[in-house]
């Protein structure tokens, strides 16, 4: 059961939430983080996947904002690739409240161990040199729906994978497609978490109070931490994913930790 709320339960989750806002500004895969706090918390695995929608939601809501302001957001382009992106999320969303519990954490482990190879091999500069024209073929859409169905499930290391095909697929600059990455996840997402709410299990007050600090840490980042580099969150994110995967097969227990100290 998840616990009631306290003031070291806010600063838990608002600190958290920053992190999670700072690393996804800058690079990406902080969901690790917002989903293990959540089941740290007494959430089970999957409310803690659906909960994990909201600050996703309202964080993705804060970027396009900025990008549309900023005219670097090419809203006719995000609906087209978001159709497809919204069946699958759908589909996704329905798959991860079915399956049980040691499919959804094998799904999660895996998902860890592959954004730290992906970490481990992918470069800023190999990003950055797939700008150019922005080119949408019909394989894209399937993308895109794949991508769908696979943020849908678990999302943790969506973005990641909407940079890889709107980088090197669609020959996007990073500015257009870190654009387009937000925009998609905010126009998809409320709909695996219609499922999610549907199926009972979501935590409103974890989520909303996560999503506070999700904003400021996104703030920060894209204020100050610009010049800090790739590598220090590469090194940092990797990190944390360890300690993650720890926990999530029962090497060693955060939630334990953190109630010695709530």
């Known amino acids: 059961m998840p616990h009631a709320i306290s003031w070291p339960i806010i600063l838990m989750l608002v600190v958290s939430g920053v992190v999670v806002g700072f690393i996804n500004t800058l690079a990406g895969g902080g969901t690790i983080i917002s989903i293990t706090t959540f089941m740290t918390l007494g959430l089970p695995l999957q409310a803690a996947n659906g909960t994990n929608r909201i600050p996703v939601i309202l964080q993705n809501l804060t970027s396009s904002l900025t990008f549309f302001r900023r005219k670097v957001l090419d809203v006719r382009l995000g609906l087209k690739l978001a159709l497809p992106a919204i069946a699958g999320n759908l589909l996704g969303a329905q798959v991860a409240v079915t399956v049980n519990r040691e499919v959804l954490t094998v799904s999660l482990g895996a998902v860890m161990l592959a954004i730290l190879v992906f970490m481990a091999f992918s470069t800023e500069k190999r990003l950055k040199k797939s700008a150019g024209e922005v080119r949408v073929r019909t394989i894209d859409y399937l993308w895109f729906f794949l991508i769908g169905f696979y943020g849908g499930y678990i999302y943790v290391g969506l973005g990641y994978m909407l940079l890889a095909v709107t980088l090197m ?83 060693i227990s955060i939630r334990d930790l953190i109630l010695r100290v709530i």
């Open 169 to 251: 697929s669609m020959r996007m600059d990073l500015v257009t497609a870190n654009a387009i990455k937000s925009f998609v996840v905010l126009v998809s997402a409320p709909f695996s978490l219609a499922i999610f709410l549907f199926n009972g299990g979501i935590s409103y007050t974890y989520g909303f109070i996560h999503a506070i600090g999700n904003i400021i840490g996104a703030y920060i980042a894209s204020r100050y931490a610009i010049g800090w580099g790739v590598n220090f969150l590469r090194i940092f994110l990797a990190a944390v994913i360890l300690f993650c995967l720890a926990d999530l097969f029962g090497f």
